[in-house]
């Protein structure tokens, strides 16, 4: 039988705990294990005190094992820790163990000789205070996090790892053994801020059976005693203690079948109660069910039901349709948007990669938009490349290349959508802001037999740009505008974008030494900020019949200065080419012989439609001397 433990079955985590949940799936009953306890007349409170607030540890108890034989266990012990997964050490501290692997409840032994002072002291940690734990790293505790003190010498983390200074050894002879229930967000605190997340952390941030920590405590010192040749002492040390009041939560045939659609009987549900040892009173279909301490994952009458399910069988549920009105279901214009960006990008070829939002803090600047923009850090990180959110996607698509280059995969373009995130300060959520990016590197078209391979380039990637900007139909016209001032970029082929006159993203090659630092080639990259892109005006495409009319194409080429942008003569030309210019196509740029060192020859095709009436020669070179001539104005252009 394979069980799979949820989340919120930490009653599970023990083999009491699993016993009671196969039982119930069986239709048996239980056999949880015994013990016999013998006690010595010497009284534990002679050798041993303990303390601990209510706040802190709401059960805390000790009990004294004296004149102890510390050697190894025996083999059936050492062959149980074995096949649960657990290293054998030494007689005392297997049969701890022993007792948290059987009743989910963790314990710690001390060496009572090693103990600064014959008392335990539950208590908060000094900040910086500093504890050798068990695997001999010497660890500062931070403010909030519980340890064990005796005479102000903080001892161990509580509930999370025992420290070396007072460890069972050879030596041992007599034995502190400590039982107790801790707050669970300070042994959390503790395990994620030490990195230290044990089999006793997982259990205390979960839950333990409350009315089984002492009990565990005395088959622990029973065991002890007995594989160890000690005595156990009279009584036990109790610091802290509370009464356990059963939970009674209240439910009724009819609601169980009304959520889960069936017809079982009031008979059935109160078989499966007495299956999962649930104390019943029913009247009527009317249940009273308290809930035991080792089920403390029940407390609404939700949960009831939920077991109910399991134990008829999810299987033997009725399948249903929904009922109700439907109501047609459509996209937001934000959702619109960003999955008619994905379809538009992955018709240019690129693919689309998901990455973690949580990088390192020298990356989480990288290629930022907004220079003042600060990364949120996460308190608890998974690891130290997972501290803070990431300010753009390009360093995200960049470690991707960086993966698939590593596995000879060179040939990369992909895109990703998603958030980039924003610091408001302390008190406030972060701005999370929806971003476009992607990348390119290697060859985007393959060589064959009749061509050779393209590599890309800043112009393959600025087509790709040029067309999915076309495709959200702006009004206001877009613009690439030269910038040299991002860091992360190459300084001669970088440009910003610009609709109208609102900054809404940049595109350009990844400057050598950024892609040096991700062990990459040749990258070229953009990123859109969507969230900006989403605010502008639009226009819907809307379809244009092919014009009747014959097109007639003319070429012309100017000479101007090497500095000048060929989209500012683009621009220049447009603006006075007329309503009948259609299109205007950049053929061919020259420099070299016959053209001065600071010039260049730029020729373009245009090309004039009219939908109306078939072009006349006067009109077409009527439109093409007012562009010269504004060329000539503007930019001292030289018609060639």
């Not at 937001?332 to 990455?355: C, V, W």
């Not at 803070?388 to 991707?400: H, I």
Request: hydrophobic fraction near 40%; charge should be negative; include cysteine.
């Amino acid at each position: 039988m394979e069980l799979g433990i949820t989340p919120n079955r930490a009653d599970m985590l023990s083999m009491n705990g699993t016993a009671y949940e196969v039982a119930a799936i069986l239709n048996e009953r239980p056999e949880l294990p015994a013990f016999e306890l013998n006690e010595s007349s010497e009284a534990t409170a002679d050798l041993i005190q303990a303390e601990a607030p209510a706040d802190l540890a709401p059960k805390y108890g000790v009990r004294v094992v004296k004149d102890v034989h510390v050697q190894d266990s025996p083999l059936w012990l050492q062959r149980r820790l074995w096949n649960m997964g657990i290293r054998p050490i030494s007689n005392v501290v297997d049969v701890t163990n022993l007792m948290l692997l059987t009743y989910g409840q963790p314990l710690h032994a001390f060496d009572l000789d090693r103990l600064p002072a014959p008392k335990l002291q539950v208590r908060t940690a000094k900040a910086g205070e500093v504890i050798k734990t068990l695997d001999g790293v010497e660890r500062k505790a931070a403010e909030g996090d519980i340890v064990i003190d005796s005479d102000g010498q903080a001892l161990m983390f509580a509930g999370v790892m025992g420290g070396e200074s007072t460890e069972v050894t050879a030596d041992t002879q007599n034995v502190v053994l400590e039982a107790a229930i801790f707050e669970p967000k300070a042994i959390r605190h503790a395990a994620r801020d030490q990195n230290l997340h044990s089999e006793s952390s997982q259990r205390f941030e979960r839950g333990v059976d409350v009315e089984a920590t002492f009990k565990a405590l005395d088959h622990a010192a029973a065991m002890i005693a007995e594989l160890g040749g000690g005595t156990v002492t009279n009584g036990r040390v109790i610091a802290q203690d509370f009464d356990y009041e059963a939970p009674t939560v209240d439910i009724t045939t009819e609601k169980i079948n009304d959520v889960l659609g069936t017809d079982i009987t009031t008979a059935e549900i109160a078989a499966i109660f007495e299956r999962l040892c649930f104390t019943q009173m029913e009247q009527d279909g009317r249940f009273s069910v308290t809930i035991p301490s080792h089920r403390w994952d029940i407390s609404i009458p939700a949960d009831l039901i939920e077991e109910v399910a399991r134990l008829y069988g999810y299987d033997n549920l009725p399948a249903t349709l929904p009922t109700g009105e439907t109501t047609p279901g459509k996209l937001t214009e934000k959702q619109r948007l960003i999955r008619d960006s994905r379809h538009s990008l992955e018709g240019l070829g690129l693919n689309q990669a998901i990455s973690y939002v949580l990088t390192t803090p020298e990356k989480a600047t990288q290629f930022a938009m907004d220079p003042e923009a600060t990364p949120v850090e996460v308190d608890y990180p998974m690891s130290q490349d997972r501290r803070v959110t990431r300010g753009s996607l390009l360093t995200s698509l960049l470690d991707d290349i960086a993966y698939n280059v590593a596995r000879k995969q060179e040939d990369v373009s992909l895109y990703e959508q998603g958030r980039v995130f924003a610091s408001n300060g302390m008190s406030t959520m972060p701005d999370e802001i929806e971003h476009l990016a992607g990348v390119v590197t290697g060859d985007v078209r393959e060589r064959d037999w009749d061509q050779a391979a393209q590599p890309a380039d800043f112009f393959y990637l600025k087509g790709v740009v040029e067309q999915l900007l076309a495709d959200y139909g702006f009004v206001d016209n877009v613009r690439f505008v030269a910038n040299t001032d991002r860091p992360e970029m190459h300084p001669g082929q970088t440009a910003d974008i610009y609709v109208g006159d609102q900054f809404v993203g940049f595109i350009g090659q990844v400057h050598p030494r950024v892609a040096k630092f991700y062990k990459v080639g040749q990258v070229f990259g953009f990123e859109l900020n969507l969230t900006d892109i989403l605010r502008m005006p639009r226009v819907k495409s809307k379809y244009e019949p092919i014009s009747k009319f014959p097109s007639i194409k003319r070429d012309l080429a100017i000479l101007v200065d090497r500095d000048i942008q060929s989209a500012d003569l683009v621009d220049t030309i447009k603006q006075h080419g007329g309503t009948d210019l259609h299109d205007v196509t950049v053929f061919d740029v020259y420099t070299g012989d016959n053209v001065a060192a600071d010039k260049k020859s730029v020729a373009y095709s245009l090309t004039f439609v009219n939908r109306e009436h078939t072009l006349q020669d006067d009109a077409i070179n009527a439109a093409i001397e007012r562009m010269t001539k504004a060329l000539q104005d503007q930019f001292a252009a030289e018609i060639r």
